[in-house]
């Protein structure tokens, strides 16, 4: 008799069962064995040839002994083996053990078997589980990666204690913050660097700032010197980029972004700050800090505030404040340098070999730039058409010329900026002008972008093909690319964008360049408008938000220009994501400044700047002053032909209505019943699934149960037909309070389940809160004090992490709560909620889904 089947694998690494049908995936399989290999895991595969259908008890073992079960589907359901009733793929998907994490991943476009449109639909229905779309099998590795990497190098043990829950590898991520980035090639020649840096900051030391000119190599170095000293936090460590902000005001809020505490506008987001760090061990990160000096007491406010927060600063000066240490970051040694020259020229030109001959010249062309790392790879991305000799021989004869206009800088700095010039001389005109309109991006950039900026958006018909000369600015190591899904990304240096951005001014092209660069952002917005409301979503959410910088950028050129219609355009056309990101607070700072202008502003433009700057103060109206301008707005859009614009501004009217002490529940449902016409008439499923929500809430208050029911459910079908998850998370949240309030806890406990995961899948935490709070009621229902202390302690954590401990909270379960302090079982409830703030998402999410199922059961 046969033994069981055990899987082996050399160094015993974590594996991860892949499901999938086999020949129409044959590339996905593919992309991510790939994937899971390149994090040293092993993958789990089927590849058995004419059996497509494994024997069971062997594909169970497998599974039993997997420690992640990643499933991808396309169109077919596969095979049903004779005396089978489902194919091997859903069996795979029905065996999989309870506690196993689970990773799910949908292609599109698709015509599926029906069979499979069912499994879906199944598996979106399970608590348990939920999926992302992709289109490629680049974009799939891309995921797969990025959520393996998430789920088991960060929360993987403890998923395992408290028994795992699929939500795409995001649960703990719901509060996402910025963690260190990773670069493509070594760090060379900084080993003890990193050791003196690590023991600083492992000290008592709160405040280190590593000082050198830009190119020294500061930031690789606090990189990989916050990795060596992240394991004695106990939050880990966190990356802050400051170059793309300029105005120093604006630093609190980058730190806020960055630790995933969302600007909701309500509160000053340096009190957010505070109270989401308040307790935690963590290291900041910031980099680039020399453009935001004035914001040097506002950190140390904000170290003093948070004892357990240690800050790593890079910057060109110190920032002269209390208790602040400082490391000088030097050049590289002799050895070092020509390590460094000799690595990068092997990545021009892959046959290039250090050797006696060349060696001299490689010390040479390091000596003639001081061995700045900047300058050193500038020098060896000529390796590819010069010899060594003429490098060094060149580079004496340009560098000792290039001086005029930065005599003002230190040394190295002059050295940096030389080299720089010296290899923009050696492009054409067209690659030269390609850099410097290049300048206006902020962070990273795809190509459909600079194609665009670079030929003005098409205007410009003697530019040149960008794409040829984007080509040479890779290959001359001044723009460098970054993997950014399907999309091609690239990115520039600080110190080459802002020599760019110095030869764009000098040519007076800058207004031409950033206005081509607003309106490139405006087009992107008036195209996927009605994407982000639909299937792609979720891809779009993400696209967004890796060009927030880029946003930013482009509605400060209109603001300062006083475009006030283009500006609050663009604005309005990317509200979806706004809210999800939780950067309405930063929204209404801008369109403040356009009433405050006091400039002659057209209806439509008015209507959007008393939205914004409205809608987020609709729970605090005691005098009816937000109502009013809401009601204004309505109005507004109506004049502006805008129906879409006008059903939005009643839906926030009719929240201002509700929000108070005596909620006019009369005049919000006729606000609303407009609001639904509106949107019926002009086609937005989207907005008639918003307004269906809000009429169920006014049905609420009105103690109109089973109405408010029935406008939940519409509107969560809604939702599920067009592919919204944000409307389909509100939806289901709300409907889950209505089954609740009409006694069926089984199905509430579904409905709140669903809104946690898709929150979790969205990034976004008040959802997530959201939905907790809908499970505290379920448990506390149940009479289970335990799970619903833990799960509320859980979730007011979670809204002070995230910065949404303010505001209003459509939300009963405190009542739940209260009542059982009423019988008596206060202390036990209040010892519960201290332990269930020291939960991690994950857990909570477990917890709470364990709940369900146990009130479902019991």
Same mark, same amino acid.
């Given at each position: 008799?046969?033994?069981?089947h055990?899987?082996r ?6 594996r991860?069962? +892949? ?5 129409? *995936?044959?590339l996905?399989r593919?992309a991510?064995?790939?994937a899971i290999?390149?994090?040293h895991l092993?993958p ?9 259908h494994?024997p069971r008890e062997?594909y169970r ?8 079960f990643l499933?991808?589907y396309?169109e077919k359901?596969?095979?049903?083996a ?11 998907y ?5 506690h196993?994490p689970r990773?799910?991943y949908?292609?599109?476009p ?8 069912e499994l879906l639909?199944?598996?979106?229905d ?8 992709f289109?490629?099998?680049?974009e ?6 990025a959520?393996l990497?998430?789920?088991l190098a960060e ?5 395992r ?8 590898g ?6 996402e913050?910025?963690r260190?980035?990773?670069?493509l090639t070594d760090l060379i020649?900084?080993d003890g660097?990193?050791a003196?840096?690590?023991?600083m900051?492992?000290?008592?030391t709160?405040?280190?700032?590593l000082i050198g ?8 170095l606090?990189?990989a010197?916050?990795r060596a000293a992240?394991p004695s936090?106990?939050?880990?460590? +966190?990356?802050?980029d400051?170059s793309a902000?300029h105005?120093p005001e604006?630093?609190p809020n980058?730190i806020?972004q960055?630790?995933?505490v ?6 000053p ?9 308040g307790d935690?061990s963590i290291?900041l990160l910031?980099d680039?800090?020399e453009q935001q000096l004035p914001?040097?007491? !506002? ?5 003093a505030a948070a ?7 890079t ?7 209390g208790a ?6 030097g050049?590289?040694?002799?050895k070092?340098?020509?390590?460094l020259f000799?690595?990068r020229a ?10 006696a !001959?060349?060696?001299p010249?490689i010390?040479g062309?390091?000596?003639a730039v ?8 500038l020098?060896?991305a000529?390796i590819?058409?010069?010899?060594p000799g003429?490098?060094l021989d060149?580079?004496?004869r340009k560098?000792?010329l290039?001086?005029?206009g930065?005599?003002d *800088?230190p040394e190295?700095q002059q050295t940096i900026?030389r ?5 923009t ?8 002008r390609l850099?410097s309109r290049l300048?206006v991006?902020?962070?990273g ?5 600079a194609?665009f ?8 018909q003697d530019?040149?093909?960008v ?5 040479a600015?890779v290959?001359n190591?001044l723009v460098?690319?970054?993997d950014?899904?399907? !999309?091609p990304g690239?990115s520039m ?11 764009l001014?000098?040519t ?7 206005d ?5 952002f ?5 195209s996927?408008e009605s ?7 979720r891809?779009?959410l993400?696209r967004l938000r890796?060009?927030r ?7 400060r050129f209109?603001l ?11 604005a309005f056309?990317?509200?979806?994501y ?9 929204v209404?700072?801008w369109m403040?400044e ?6 002659r502003l ?9 939205y914004f ?16 301008d809401l009601t204004?707005?309505a109005e507004l ?8 614009g006008?059903?939005l ?5 009719a929240l201002a209505?509700?929000a108070?002490?005596?909620p006019d529940?009369?005049r ?7 609001s639904?016409?509106?949107f019926r008439g002009?086609?937005?499923r989207w907005?008639?699934s918003m307004a269906l929500?809000?009429?169920g809430?006014v ?6 149960t089973e109405?408010?029911?029935?406008h ?5 079908a809604?939702?599920r ?6 409307g ?5 949240y709300?409907?889950?309070w209505?089954?609740l309030?009409?006694g069926?806890?089984?199905?509430a406990r579904?409905d709140?389940?669903k809104?946690?995961s898709?929150s979790?899948? *969205?990034g ?11 499970m505290?009621?379920v448990a506390a229902?149940?009479?289970?004090v335990e799970h619903?202390g833990?799960?509320?302690g859980?979730?007011?954590?979670? !809204?002070?992490?995230s910065?949404?401990h303010?505001?209003?909270m459509?939300t009963?379960h405190?009542?739940y ?27 909570? +999410?477990?917890?709470?889904l364990?709940?369900g199922k146990?009130?479902?059961s019991g």
């Amino acid at each position: 008799m046969s033994g069981p089947h055990i899987i082996r694998t050399p160094d015993q690494r974590l594996r991860i069962f +892949v499901s999938s049908t086999l020949q129409e *995936l044959a590339l996905e399989r593919r992309a991510a064995r790939t994937a899971i290999e390149r994090l040293h895991l092993a993958p789990v595969m089927f590849e058995l040839g004419a059996r497509p259908h494994p024997p069971r008890e062997l594909y169970r073992a497998y599974l039993d002994q997997s420690d992640v079960f990643l499933g991808v589907y396309w169109e077919k359901y596969g095979w049903v083996a004779p005396d089978e009733t489902v194919s091997g793929l859903e069996d795979e998907y029905n065996l999989c053990p309870p506690h196993l994490p689970r990773l799910l991943y949908v292609k599109t476009p698709a015509e599926r078997d029906p069979q499979l449109t069912e499994l879906l639909n199944r598996i979106r229905d399970d608590d348990r589980a939920a999926y992302k779309y992709f289109e490629t099998p680049k974009e799939l590795a891309a995921l797969v990666e990025a959520d393996l990497a998430v789920l088991l190098a960060e929360r993987f043990d403890q998923s395992r204690e408290t028994g795992a829950i699929d939500i795409v590898g995001r649960a703990e991520r719901v509060v996402e913050a910025v963690r260190l980035p990773v670069s493509l090639t070594d760090l060379i020649g900084r080993d003890g660097d990193i050791a003196e840096i690590k023991r600083m900051l492992e000290s008592s030391t709160r405040l280190v700032t590593l000082i050198g000119p830009g190119g020294i190599g500061k930031s690789r170095l606090a990189v990989a010197a916050a990795r060596a000293a992240s394991p004695s936090f106990d939050d880990g460590a +966190v990356f802050v980029d400051l170059s793309a902000v300029h105005d120093p005001e604006r630093v609190p809020n980058t730190i806020a972004q960055a630790l995933g505490v969302r600007d909701t506008g309500d509160a000053p987001v340096l009190e957010n700050l505070v109270t989401a760090l308040g307790d935690r061990s963590i290291l900041l990160l910031l980099d680039n800090f020399e453009q935001q000096l004035p914001a040097a007491p !506002r950190l140390t406010a904000l170290l003093a505030a948070a004892p357990g927060v240690t800050a790593l600063v890079t910057s060109r000066s110190l920032l002269r404040v209390g208790a602040e240490q400082s490391y000088e970051v030097g050049p590289l040694a002799e050895k070092s340098s020509i390590d460094l020259f000799t690595e990068r020229a092997r990545a021009a030109k892959p046959d290039f070999e250090l050797t006696a !001959r060349n060696a001299p010249d490689i010390a040479g062309i390091c000596a003639a730039v001081d061995g700045v790392p900047l300058a050193i790879e500038l020098a060896a991305a000529r390796i590819r058409v010069l010899s060594p000799g003429d490098l060094l021989d060149r580079l004496d004869r340009k560098l000792s010329l290039l001086v005029g206009g930065s005599r003002d *800088l230190p040394e190295r700095q002059q050295t940096i900026r030389r080299t720089i010039e010296w290899s923009t001389q050696l492009l054409d005109d067209d690659q030269r002008r390609l850099l410097s309109r290049l300048g206006v991006f902020e962070g990273g950039f795809t190509l459909d972008a600079a194609e665009f900026v670079g030929t003005d958006g098409g205007r410009d018909q003697d530019a040149g093909d960008v794409l040829t000369a984007l080509t040479a600015l890779v290959d001359n190591s001044l723009v460098g690319p970054h993997d950014s899904g399907e !999309r091609p990304g690239f990115s520039m240096l600080a110190s080459v964008r802002e020599y760019a951005r110095e030869q764009l001014a000098e040519t007076g092209d800058s207004a031409n360049a950033r206005d081509a660069h607003a309106r490139y952002f405006i087009r992107l917005g008036d195209s996927i408008e009605s994407q982000l409301k639909g299937e792609r979503q979720r891809e779009w959410l993400r696209r967004l938000r890796d060009e927030r910088d880029n946003l930013r950028a482009a509605e400060r050129f209109l603001l300062d220009a006083q475009d006030w219609d283009r500006a609050a355009h663009l604005a309005f056309s990317l509200y979806l994501y706004w809210w999800v990101a939780g950067l309405l607070g930063e929204v209404r700072t801008w369109m403040g400044e356009a009433l405050d202008s006091h400039a002659r502003l057209s209806d439509r433009t008015r209507a959007i700047a008393l939205y914004f700057t409205r809608t987020i103060m609709f729970w605090k109206d005691p005098d009816g002053a937000v109502a009013a301008d809401l009601t204004k707005s309505a109005e507004l859009f109506h004049r502006a032909s805008d129906a879409d614009g006008e059903g939005l501004a009643r839906i926030s009217l009719a929240l201002a209505l509700l929000a108070g002490t005596k909620p006019d529940t009369g005049r919000a449902r006729e606000v609303m019943e407009t609001s639904l016409a509106l949107f019926r008439g002009s086609g937005s499923r989207w907005g008639e699934s918003m307004a269906l929500v809000l009429l169920g809430r006014v049905a609420l208050l009105q103690g109109e149960t089973e109405e408010a029911r029935d406008h939940f459910e519409k509107s969560l079908a809604i939702t599920r037909v067009t592919g919204d998850a944000v409307g389909e998370r509100v939806a289901a949240y709300h409907l889950g309070w209505a089954r609740l309030l009409l006694g069926d806890a089984e199905a509430a406990r579904s409905d709140f389940a669903k809104s946690v995961s898709l929150s979790a899948t *969205l990034g976004h935490a008040e959802g997530m809160a959201y939905g907790l709070e809908g499970m505290v009621a379920v448990a506390a229902l149940a009479g289970d004090v335990e799970h619903a202390g833990r799960i509320a302690g859980a979730s007011r954590a979670l !809204r002070e992490r995230s910065g949404t401990h303010n505001g209003p909270m459509f939300t009963f379960h405190q009542a739940y709560l209260d009542r059982l302090v009423a019988e008596g079982r206060g202390d036990e409830l209040a010892a519960a909620i201290a332990a269930g703030r020291e939960l991690t998402v994950e857990q909570a +999410v477990a917890e709470a889904l364990a709940v369900g199922k146990q009130t479902e059961s019991g």
